[in-house]
C-alpha cells in the first residue's frame, strides 16, 4: 500500500500565497505521476496540475501563470505552489499518486486525504 499525507492548506487573503506538499510512503516502486486535484462545494472534482515521470507538466487553464507543479524525486514528494490566489480557488486540494507497487496489485493509485484551501478577506 502507498500513504499519502498532504500538507500546507489555510485560510488566506485574495492575492496571497500558499504552498501545498504531499509526500508518498510505502511499497513504492516508481512513480509515473503526481498530481493536485480540487473539488469546491457543488463543484465535481477537477485536476488542477499533474507532473509526470519525465519532468511534464500540464496546468488546469484558470491556473496557469499563478501556479507551480514541482517535485522532489528523492523524496518521493510533489508540491503546488499557489501565487494570486482568487476567492474561486477555494476548494479542498487533494493530491494524487500513480506508479508501481512493489507489493500486491502491480500498480498503486492513491489519493491523499485533502487539504482544505480558503482565499477570503
Known amino acids: 500500500q502507498v500513504q499519502l499525507v498532504e500538507s500546507g492548506g489555510g485560510l488566506v487573503q485574495p492575492g496571497g500565497s500558499l504552498r501545498l506538499s504531499c509526500a508518498a510512503s510505502?511499497?513504492?516502486?516508481?512513480?509515473?505521476?503526481m498530481g493536485w486535484y480540487r473539488q469546491a462545494p457543488g463543484n465535481e472534482r477537477e485536476l488542477v496540475a499533474i507532473i509526470t515521470s519525465d519532468g511534464s507538466t500540464n496546468y488546469l487553464d484558470s491556473v496557469k501563470g499563478r501556479f507551480t507543479i514541482s517535485r522532489d524525486s528523492a523524496k518521493n514528494t510533489v508540491y503546488l505552489q499557489m501565487n494570486s490566489l482568487k476567492p474561486e480557488d477555494t476548494a479542498v486540494y487533494y493530491c494524487?499518486?500513480?506508479?508501481?507497487?512493489?507489493?500486491?496489485?502491480?500498480?498503486?493509485?492513491?489519493w491523499g486525504q485533502g487539504t482544505q484551501v480558503t482565499v477570503s478577506s
Open positions: 494524487n499518486v500513480f506508479g508501481g507497487s512493489t507489493r500486491g496489485s502491480p500498480h498503486f493509485d492513491s
Open positions: 510505502g511499497s513504492i516502486k516508481s512513480i509515473n505521476a
